[in-house]
């Protein structure tokens, strides 16, 4: 199970954004470059049809990583409503390098893909949040990660999640909810789906935090 | 991680696999200053595509299996022999599949017996049984030469310890033999240095013989 919220921020401000995070989360930050498939199973194949994610992480060393993801439903009804943050139910695995050679075999096929570049910061507060910021990418052919161009050139996607159980949901949403009122000068994080555009002032905000290196209370 | 060569007991000609002869490998490791060191177990599961509609069939793998490994407890492996494809996983994978409810689990099986330590190498028997039975299908061996990790290396101090255990073991007079599978372990994309996927592999590779080589005794 996962909290997730995400919003959009116009590339000119994601330095400022890093810059905010850096003291906020109190963490180094770590590059991001992800190279993500989704498989969809083939006609027939399934009680239902099926869609799974494959993640691979390009920067890690000596050699890429891979982990699978399935993303399930979200919470519904009055209490997920009350909500501000999705909560999902999500599975996560790591995986050998040939799970994508796997997956073609068992009759799964590439819906399509993705390269997620740009940065991250992973840190505790209440619960486990990770904040990405990142171009989304997509590729001119099939797996052609060094062609890719952004879906949207001059915006950024921002993405914060938090693992949670179902024991564990509120406060996690809670901490999630709240860490992102500290964001709201520079971007509008919101549940996936429901677009609030990028933040009218923003620009004023980001020429704050860059002026004095984010020593400025917003 | 240490070499390990998985055998599987098959029977002579009109024999069939016992409980005594598990019982006799047992007692032949002990006899041959074997150290009883506790149990082990592995558990192993046929997948078998579900369909919606049953007169169409796509192109699907038959023998999609997963283990899940004595050593590797937090770890899941999947093996597609016809494909000659071999993955490691986390154990959570288990969970992804029955949400994608792609494939269903339809046959599963447990690995369980005894395991001993012999000077550097370390022995395990156990015999193979459906899950939620008691009848025993079959008999496996594991023998892991615990100074190398080198396929290649090990491969003549492994076949040197496989003899004296057949010799040891045909004083006991049984209808049978342990028998080791040769594979290319280089097809499924796995190199000299010995890993848990190595160790899928030989499993899958020896249900697949076992499965064609044990057959029940026909009672006339």
């Known amino acids: 199970m996962e909290c997730v919220v995400q919003g959009i921020i116009e590339t000119q401000h994601v330095e400022a954004l890093e810059i905010l995070l850096q003291g906020l989360c109190g963490v180094q930050r770590e590059r991001l470059r992800v190279h993500e498939l989704t498989l969809k199973s083939v006609p027939n194949l399934g009680v239902v049809s099926s869609e799974v994610r494959l993640l691979c992480d390009l920067d890690q060393q000596p050699e890429p990583t891979w982990t699978v993801k399935h993303v399930g439903g979200a919470l519904r009804g009055a209490g997920a409503d009350q909500i501000s943050v999705l909560v999902r139910t999500m599975i996560e695995s790591k995986v050998s390098k040939n799970a994508l ?20 910061f992973h840190f505790q507060r209440t619960a486990h949040i990770s904040v990405s910021v990142s171009s989304v990418n997509k590729m001119p052919k099939i797996h052609a990660i060094d062609e890719a161009v952004p879906v949207t ?29 500290f964001l709201a000068p520079l971007v509008h994080l919101s549940k996936p789906f429901i677009s609030t555009g990028v933040v009218p002032t923003a620009a004023a905000a980001a020429a704050s935090l860059m002026s004095d290196g984010g020593g400025t209370t917003l | ?14 024999s069939t696999v016992s409980t005594q002869i598990l019982n006799e490998a ?28 049953q007169s169409n069939h ?111 073991l045909s004083k006991r007079s049984l209808s049978g033999k342990f028998v080791n599978t040769e594979l290319n372990f280089g097809e499924f994309g796995l190199g000299d240095h010995y890993t848990p996927q190595h160790t899928g592999v030989q499993y899958a590779i020896v249900m697949a013989h076992m499965i064609a080589t044990v057959q029940p005794v026909v009672r006339g």
């Not at chain 2, 032949?28 to 509609?53: F, H, Q």
């Not at chain 2, 796509?58 to 494909?83: E, H, N």
């Open chain 1, 101 to 120: 050679r796997m997956f073609y075999s068992l009759g799964y096929k590439l819906d399509h893909e993705l390269l997620k570049v740009g940065f991250a």
């Open chain 1, 153 to 181: 050139p001059g915006m950024q996607i921002v993405v914060v999640t938090a693992p949670a159980t179902p024991e564990n949901y509120s406060e996690v949403a809670a901490a999630v909810s709240s860490f992102c009122e």
């Open chain 2, 1 to 14: 991680m240490p070499v390990k060569w998985v055998l599987y007991w098959q029977p002579n000609q009109g």
């Open chain 2, 26 to 53: 047992a007692q032949c490791a002990e006899s041959i200053n074997g150290v009883k060191e506790g149990r082990w177990k592995a558990t192993l599961n046929y997948y078998k595509p579900m369909l919606r509609d």
């Open chain 2, 58 to 168: 796509p192109d699907l793998p038959r023998d999609f299996l997963g283990i899940s490994l004595a050593d590797q407890p937090s770890k899941y492996y999947f093996i597609i022999r016809s494909q000659r494809i071999v993955v490691e996983a986390d154990a959570s994978i288990q969970l992804i599949m029955e949400k994608l409810q792609s494939y269903k689990s339809k046959v599963s099986l447990y690995f369980d017996g005894f395991q001993y330590q012999l000077g550097d190498f370390r022995l395990r028997v156990g015999r193979v049984v459906p899950v939620h039975s008691e009848s025993i299908r079959g008999i496996v061996m594991e023998v892991e030469y615990l100074p190398i990790s080198s396929v290649e290396k090990a491969r003549k101090v492994m076949e040197e310890f496989v003899e004296i255990w057949h010799e040891a």
